[in-house]
């Protein structure tokens, strides 16, 4: 079964209002916390790679970090499909540059360090 972006929002929309993350008293919608939170989904994630842990606990690592950045637009109202949407028509327009790590897609333009 597939599902709409809107569906998956819905759902973290519920889930935020089952514990009610934006009262004062739950501190869920303070964005430095949720950074933290977010901060820390990716250290659990990279542990999956570093300690050779399965596909399904991967998935759901990434899928812990899909449900946050979702919490993140609700908490700041933001309208993360349009933003997204925007973002996509942006980025397909940049160049890709190799850089020390592999490729790459910005607008960043590589300075020679013989001449900055």
Same mark, same amino acid.
Request: proline share 2%; net charge negative.
């Given at each position: 079964?597939?599902q709409?972006? /809107?569906?998956? @929002?819905?759902?973290?929309e519920?889930?935020?209002?089952?514990h009610?993350f *934006?009262?004062?008293e =739950?501190n869920?919608?303070?964005?430095?916390?949720?950074?933290?939170?977010t901060?820390e989904?990716?250290g659990?994630?990279?542990e999956?790679?570093?300690k050779g842990?399965?596909?399904?606990?991967? /998935?759901e690592? @990434?899928?812990?970090?899909?449900i946050?950045i979702?919490g993140h637009?609700? *908490?700041?109202?933001? =309208?993360?499909?349009e933003?997204?949407n925007?973002?996509?028509?942006?980025?397909?327009?940049?160049?890709a540059?190799?850089?020390?790590?592999?490729?790459r897609?910005?607008?960043?333009e590589?300075?020679?360090?013989?001449n900055?």
């Amino acid at each position: 079964m597939s599902q709409s972006f /809107a569906q998956m @929002l819905e759902k973290v929309e519920d889930f935020h209002k089952k514990h009610n993350f *934006a009262s004062e008293e =739950n501190n869920g919608h303070d964005m430095s916390y949720r950074i933290l939170l977010t901060i820390e989904e990716l250290g659990e994630l990279a542990e999956c790679f570093t300690k050779g842990k399965s596909k399904a606990e991967k /998935a759901e690592e @990434l899928a812990d970090i899909l449900i946050l950045i979702f919490g993140h637009a609700i *908490a700041m109202d933001v =309208n993360l499909e349009e933003a997204f949407n925007k973002k996509m028509e942006t980025i397909m327009k940049r160049p890709a540059i190799i850089g020390d790590f592999g490729i790459r897609i910005t607008d960043y333009e590589k300075k020679n360090s013989a001449n900055p």
